[in-house]
Each structure stands twice: as C-alpha cells, then as structure tokens.
C-alpha cells in the first residue's frame, strides 16, 4: 500500500513556470514507479509525465515534452513536476499517482492515487 499527497500547484500566466510536489509514504514506495496525470474540466484523465522506481527512466506525453520535467527524489519518496513554458491547455487538476510495479509499463499500473491539485494558466 502506497499513500501519495500533492502539495503547491495555483494559478499562474501563460508562458511562466509551476513546481508541483508529490510526498509518497508507504512499505513499497521505493520500489515502484510513480507518475503524474491530470484532468481538464470535461476531460478524460490523462497520463503526464511518469518516472520509474530508479529515477533514471522517464516519460512524457508529446504535449508536455520539452516544458515538463519530473523528477524523483534519491530517497525515491518525493517526486517533482517542474512545468515551463505554461499554456493555458495545462489548466487541469494533476493528480500524482504510485504504480504497483518498479517500471512504467501503462496507466492500469497505477492503483494509488492522491486528491489532485489545481493548476490554472492563466491568457
């Protein structure tokens, strides 16, 4: 069992720069892979960004690639979204989430989810 929380998100202007935050806790937490999806008002929930157990291995969604970065701590308990280059398509609730396996194998890996913080860019 994985407990995740996210903390920061708010609203910012296009083109400018959000860090959001998730603290993972839990006997697993360091062996599983760990990611960040998110949901437009409307929308689908959709994968964001993933990282795997280790760290080294990431993965993005094309809209987000070369504005987001994720990163995981070396204690392998937090994990960070660093989002550039805002654009006001990036308004969603991101939601962190914690996987069941070590590696970044699709979205029905993951079965921990946090409440989800708001991100809003502004035009």
């Known amino acids: 069992q994985v407990q995740v929380e996210e903390s920061g998100g708010g609203l910012v202007q296009t083109g400018g720069s959000l860090r959001i935050s998730c603290a993972a806790s839990g006997r697993t937490v360091s062996s599983v892979a760990m990611g960040w999806f998110r949901q437009a008002a409307g929308k689908e929930r959709e994968f964001v960004a993933g990282?795997?157990?280790?760290?080294?291995?990431?993965d993005y969604t094309d809209s987000v690639k070369g504005r987001f970065t994720i990163s995981r701590s070396s204690a392998k308990n937090t994990i960070v979204l660093q989002m550039n280059s805002l654009k006001p398509e990036d308004t969603a609730v991101y939601f962190c989430?914690?996987?069941?396996?070590?590696?970044?194998?699709?979205?029905?890996?993951?079965?921990?989810w946090g409440q989800g913080t708001q991100v809003t860019v502004s035009s």
């Open positions: 990282v795997d157990w280790s760290g080294r291995v990431t």
């Open positions: 989430a914690a996987a069941g396996k070590p590696f970044l194998v699709g979205r029905s890996s993951f079965h921990y």
